[in-house]
């Protein structure tokens, strides 16, 4: 009896001890603390090699939009909206968060996708990184900037708002930037992620210009009730938002490519729908010259 009260003793102990360590792991997780943080420049020196800028004829300054890709990368889509916007009269800047870190269209599938790596709120780096980059440029006009993402791409835009409002640095940063969004005239989202670890769905976010946006009803992706959410909640503090819900279609039912196995369709139609509600919110924020 007594050996068999021991046995359970230690497999108790064990059990906690576990149960202690996923506790911990997972807090670390929440609260940004699993990764090293490094000085923003460092960000900057990661993200810069692989950003893709398109200029639309002339020398400038000519507004810009920066594009922030879904969890799958750098696609067709990415380059699509980027040439509309440039056929808008606005240079548009493709920020890759996923080959700097080693990370090809399965990996992001497999890890991305999945939750596992690269939340919203390590990524609100990347975005912050971009910013500075387009400021620099002197073919850019630093005050008629836009910000563009697509599901986990808008997931980081509104995850950097939100972090934003508290002062907080994106995880893997040691300090939070001052005053990011200087310059930011609006923000399109399409289908963005508001779910599960998104910091907007708990924090207030603070807009640096209008939010239009683009969501599927019944997103099987991204519940668009929990975007809509958020924005409401915006708009209530005095944010002006707005956005359209197109049925019929599936999350990234502009994405010509996806993975063959993948339950996600291309629609056409609704794609030059939404790559023309895209134009025209940039001929509104950022009034370009025709191209």
């Known amino acids: 009896m007594r ?9 108790a102990a064990v059990l906690a001890a576990f149960v202690a360590y996923v506790a911990a792991a997972l807090w670390r997780r929440l609260t940004g603390r699993h990764l090293r943080r490094f000085a923003n420049a460092q960000r900057r020196a990661l993200i810069e090699p692989y950003v893709t800028m398109l200029y639309p004829p002339g020398d400038g300054p000519h507004p810009c939009v920066l594009i922030l890709h879904g969890c799958g ?22 920020v890759d968060s996923l080959t700097p870190r080693g990370l090809d269209y399965e990996a992001a599938l497999a890890q991305v996708c999945t939750g596992r790596v690269l939340w919203g709120r390590e990524r609100a780096g990347d975005l912050y990184a971009a910013l500075d980059i387009a400021r620099d440029d002197p073919k850019i006009d630093p ?3 836009a910000l ?20 907080q ?24 992620y508001v779910s599960g670890p998104a910091l907007a769905r708990r924090k207030p976010i603070d807009p640096p210009g209008p939010v ?30 707005r956005w359209t819900i197109y049925g019929g279609v599936t999350h990234g039912f502009d994405e010509p490519d996806h993975h063959p196995q993948s339950p996600l ?5 609704a794609s030059a729908m939404a790559r023309n509600q895209f134009t025209e919110f940039l001929k509104r924020r950022l009034q370009p010259k025709p191209a």
């Open 73 to 94: 990368g750098v696609r067709r889509i990415s380059h699509a909206y980027a040439e509309a916007a440039v056929k808008a009269g606005c240079a548009a800047m493709i």
């Open 143 to 145: 005050a008629r900037l």
């Open 265 to 269: 369709r291309y629609d056409g139609e």
């Open 212 to 241: 239009e946006a683009v969501f599927v009803e019944d997103d099987s992706m991204a519940k668009e009730d929990d975007a809509i959410a958020v924005l409401e909640k915006a708009r209530e503090d005095g944010a002006s938002v």
């Open 148 to 167: 563009a993402g697509w599901s986990h791409g808008g997931w980081a835009i509104l995850d950097a708002l939100a972090l934003d409002h508290d002062g």
């Open 3 to 11: 050996t068999a009260l021991w046995i359970a003793a230690g497999l």
């Open 169 to 192: 640095p994106p995880d893997g940063m040691k300090t939070a930037p001052e005053t990011p969004f200087r310059g930011v005239k609006g923000i399109f989202l399409v289908y963005p």
